[in-house]
């Protein structure tokens, strides 16, 4: 069951993962513009 919670977690966070690095990425073209 733990093992099972950890992979759900995995998901969690490389799902929110590119939503964060856009999020970064978008922020810092804004300050360069």
Do not use: R, V, W
Not at 6 to 33: N, V
Request: hydrophobic content about 50%; proline content about 3%.
């Amino acid at each position: 069951m733990k093992k099972s919670l950890c992979f759900l977690e995995d998901i969690a966070f490389a799902s929110s993962y590119p939503k964060l690095y856009t999020f970064l990425a978008g922020t810092a073209g804004m300050e360069l513009a």
